[in-house]
């Protein structure tokens, strides 16, 4: 157990925890946004994939990272477009059309994937983000090279979260956003565009798990592997519901999946894996499933959520 | 401006053309993407028929390839017909893989070991589909969530097991032990693989189409689907309604597990079904929701992707084509269903 | 009058839905400080107007002046923007947002963030002004009914609007909550607001409205210029268009007690719960239920129909104690229900109308067997029932939400009809309905009393009441507070009792 405490509180470990959060913690915060407006998104799986792949092809060919970043965050507002093109301006429902994303837009990585890197024996691989220390911070022990030497994209992410709570909490947008997945007929009386309101939040959402799939290629694997979303993007919908539809606590709740995720691996690594590691893995969605059954009794989902809007209905 | 309108009645030939439409569209879109692989169009299409429908070799390829994706096309019919959004027809057919696998290694007689096979595939399925179906209607949880979930949860299993307790000691990879020789499904023509599993799935259409529009069940679960209070107000027990066609829901995906077992691969391994649970839904959504037009759907979808295959080696295009004709078939629909209960009206 | 333009001012709109038409040719004008009262049955084309000044719908035809000036309002934000408010007959708030959030939704920030102290300030003037106050940090799950409609006008006020339309406010009220919104809606008046109120109640609008516009099948009717000065009934007469001439009806002659309620209560499911209600209705005779919408008449109906199981008390039907009250029980027991909302209670509007014709008894050897449907026998029992009720379609294969409320209903009627109910409830059997659909339901039920059976019909429709039933229960809080023979009923001894005011009848 002491040997388990150890590998704990090294400063390894921590930063693991970080890195494993960081594209979930994205991509969590994009599902949020969406699906506090009102619109589930079950594409995300599909649009990290091909933002993923459109990031790495950016950076692969551009020899810039950012680039790469860029060309993810477009892509994912891209998809995220399309899937409010049919969800939000023509009503569809949310949930065969998350499917359809996420089919068509994972297709369409693999297919240009393969189209443009052909099929390799070693897949090409990119230089991906290094560590960015920050000065004095990073000097603190254990949580200062945790924390502090992180990827640019890590601090974004520490960024991000504040940075949506306040959007969302302190905003009109974010009032907006809150108020048309609540009761857009409500939005709408005061005067404010449902369908605008909608669209722009399920984009923007789109833009954040593009970065998550940014993140992916460009600092966690450096190459586009088929397998580089794996489930992820069903992570983070998981993850909105348990951490009840807010910034803070979908954070929170990527992390402490990150914190499970690392213990798995550091177990495995120190060869104490007498519980499969696929019980660690389908935590988050066990959990998740437990904890909408105790939820649902003062239901906190967002009230809109899954129910298009329509003027002039008679 | 344009503007949608809601139609009083939705003109009969729509329903029939609609499907088709979504299908032409799909792949006049998708050829953008064979002409910038730099191949001929009707080249690509070509090798794709011929190799999935040109001969009828290639034929009961496709067909053994649609069966799974008749069962779980069904599937995902009957329970959206209730309103009950099962999209966890993946998970349950791992289930029912999982289930049918088991017992197909118990040593018996071979009819017995299929029957038990199928009757454990079909529980097992159902008793997943059950999850989500108890907690909408105890609950209130979403099923659309709950049972996507869900397939992660059964995957997740099904790793934990064959890359532990239920590791073939054989094999060096992550495989179940295979069921025994005589639980094999028997092939129905020589020299193919054409199983009685695929038809079973045939068959099974025309079931589920009768149960749905011939029986009182089938009543009730349309009613429940299209209004829960009135139904309710007529007397139908609404969440029993959803608990029923959830178990059965189940075990039509949990059947295309058991096929799949018992039929083309004879043990569990973790890429045994390549999302035919998902195609569930695009079959579904492009046979409008009718048990009969789920055959004739599925079968296109599979020859799709046994056609890709070959269409890749001629031509260079990368087989991947099929998973994206798959989405944009899915997206192409819906918005060809938009059209069945609205059109469009200019407006001042 | 004044030589102002009026606040606003309505001409010749009109607006059709398919060939239904809602408005046809309405002219209207409300005069700074004013309070214009308008007046309509049900289905009178008031809601649609104001939809229509609302930005909600289009007019086909017709124009809005504001101040003199003609807009064009397409959307509520152009309706705040020329400083009309309006108060929804159903809230438009979020309930899990706090008041705050509510007010300033749709309010430009301040430096990007949203302007909570000037919210306040303007919130302070609001209350100031017109008596209105609310705690701003409350979130609206924890508001009352009338606190709620109180954060509707505050949020019309916030945007300073000019002109406030009410639909129908006083129809979720209690009536001491009346009383209070009765002296804002003065004060905001005597501020030089103008305000259109919307109801069908007339002695409200005779309380507090300065002049009257009466609608009638989208049309306006009449204007009343003194409302105080003229009386109920001829207000009612414009409303109706004609002298209120009761249908046929012989003598009641009442037989057996066929429904009876033993004091019976319910659990409080989103709604008003019966308290101890008592109740008979005997063979051959019309017992009609009165109340304010929300004083336990769903309930009430929900109960009988057998969708809400009381929590003490009994109830028999035709001598037989009803112990599940499953819809299928009451059913079989010989009630014959008819849902006071046709549309999402009644029928299923995509499905066949055919389908929802057999609904509540597909499982009985009229329509199955062994589990089976009878297609044949389905079809058949459609078609005669389409015969027999005249009901206008095109066959019992047609989507059922394709048919006019009045064929509609009548499909219902036939439904139950069909099956010769020994009792039969009916909630607003005529809401919605044109003069003619109305009076072919009145005809058929008052042919159901001369074949013996007992009817209970709900209704809010006073006039409705009167003229059918043989005996009208008065529902106010869930109870029935009196027992009237409709010879000595009359709106005016009815209108207490409802009021809650009424004492022993």
Known sequence: MSAVLEQVFQVGFLAAIIRIATPLAFATLGEMFSERAGVLNLGIEGIMLLAAMAGFTGAYFSGSLWVGVLAAVAAGALMGALHALFTVVLGLSQHVCGIGVTLFSSGLAYFLYRLIFGQQSVPPSIKGFQPVPIPILSDIPVLGPAVFNQFTLVYMAILAIPLAAFILYRTPWGLSVRMVGENPRAADSAGVSVMATRFQAVVLGGALMGLAGSFLVMAQFNAFTFGVVSGRGWVAIALVVFGRWDPWRSAGAALLFAFVDALQLRLQAAGLGHIPYEAFLMLPFVLTIVAMAFMSRNAVAPSALLKPFRREER | MLRLEARQRTPAWLNLTLPLVAIVVTLILCSGLIVLAGAGVADAYGVMFKASLGDSYAITETLVRAAPMIFTGLAVTLAFRAKFWNIGAEGQLLAGAMASCFVGAIPMPGPLAMLLMAIAGAAAGAAVALIPALLRVRLKVDDVVSSLLLNSVVFYILMALIEGPWKDPFSGYPISPPIEDSAGLPVLIEGTRLHLGVLVAVLAAPLVWLLISRTVLGFRIRVTGENPEAARYGGIDVQRVIVIAALLSGALAGLAGVGEVGGVHFQVMSDISPGYGYSGIVIAMLARLNPLGVVPVAIFLAAVMTGAEAMSRATGVPAFLSDVIQGTALLAMLVALLFTAYRIRRSA | ?505
């Not at chain 3, 609008?205 to 009257?212: D, G, I, K, P, S």
């Not at chain 3, 329509?367 to 095109?394: M, N, T």
Request: hydrophobic residues 45%; contains cysteine.
């Open chain 3, 1 to 505: 009058m004044t030589t102002l333009p009026p606040l606003i001012e309505m001409r010749g709109i009109s607006k059709s839905f398919g060939p239904v038409k809602a408005n046809e040719a309405v002219d209207l004008a409300v005069a700074p400080g004013e309070i214009l009262g308008l007046l309509g049955e049900n289905g009178a084309g008031k809601t649609t107007l104001m939809n229509i000044l609302f930005g909600a719908y289009q007019p086909d035809a017709g124009e809005i002046l504001v101040n003199g000036k003609p807009v064009s309002i397409r959307n509520s934000a152009d309706a705040l923007a020329a400083g009309i408010g309006m108060v929804h007959q159903h809230f438009h708030l979020a309930s899990r947002l706090t008041v705050m959030e509510n007010l300033l939704i749709g309010i430009p920030g301040k430096g990007g963030r949203l302007d909570r102290a000037g919210a306040l300030a303007r919130l302070d003037d609001i209350a100031r002004n017109y008596g209105l106050h609310l705690d701003p940090d409350q979130p609206v799950s924890a508001l009352s009914i009338g606190e709620q409609q109180r954060l509707e006008i505050i949020k019309a006020l916030f945007r300073r609007a000019r002109l406030l339309i009410l639909d129908e406010p006083t129809a979720v009220l209690a009536p001491s909550e009346v009383d209070g919104l009765f002296s804002a809606l003065r004060a905001m008046a005597a501020q030089g607001l103008g305000i259109i109120f919307i109801s069908h109640k007339l002695n409200e609008v005779r309380a507090l409205t300065h002049r009257c516009v009466v609608l009638r099948h989208g049309r306006v009717a009449g204007r009343v210029d003194v409302p105080a000065e003229t009386t109920a009934l001829e207000m009612a007469q414009l409303m109706c268009g004609h002298e209120i001439v009761p249908p046929e009806r012989g003598p009641s002659v009442p037989g057996a007690v066929v429904l009876s309620l033993d004091a019976v209560s319910t659990g409080g499911h989103g709604g008003m719960p019966l308290r101890a209600v008592t109740l008979a209705v005997r063979e051959g005779e019309i017992v009609g239920i009165a109340g304010v919408s929300g004083n336990g008449q769903r309930a009430l109906a929900d109960v009988v129909s057998g969708m809400l199981k009381p929590q003490s008390g009994t109830m028999d039907i035709a001598g037989k104690r009803v112990a599940a009250f499953t819809p299928r029980e009451v059913q079989a027991l010989g009630l014959g229900r008819i849902p006071e909302d046709r549309m999402t209670t009644g029928l299923v509007t995509n499905l066949p109308l055919a389908d929802s014709m057999v609904l509540p008894r597909i499982g009985t050897e009229a329509f199955s067997a062994r589990g089976l449907l009878k297609p044949g026998a389905i079809v058949a029992f459609a078609e005669a029932q389409i015969e027999a009720f005249d009901i206008r379609c095109p066959g019992p294969m047609v989507r059922a939400g394709a048919l006019s409320g009045g064929n509609l209903q009548k499909a219902l009627l036939a439904r139950e009809l069909a099956f010769d109910p020994k009792v039969l409830i009916a909630a607003q059997p005529t809401r919605g309905l044109d003069i003619g659909a109305a009076r072919f339901v009145h005809e058929k039920f008052l042919a159901l009393r001369a074949r013996r059976c007992g009817i209970v019909v709900v209704s809010e429709d006073l006039e409705e009441l009167l003229a059918l039933s043989d005996r009208i229960a008065v529902m106010y809080e869930g109870r029935i507070v009196g027992v009237l023979d409709s010879a000595d009923a009359s709106v005016s001894r009815l209108g207490m009792l409802m009021s809650g005011a009424g004492g022993s009848a």
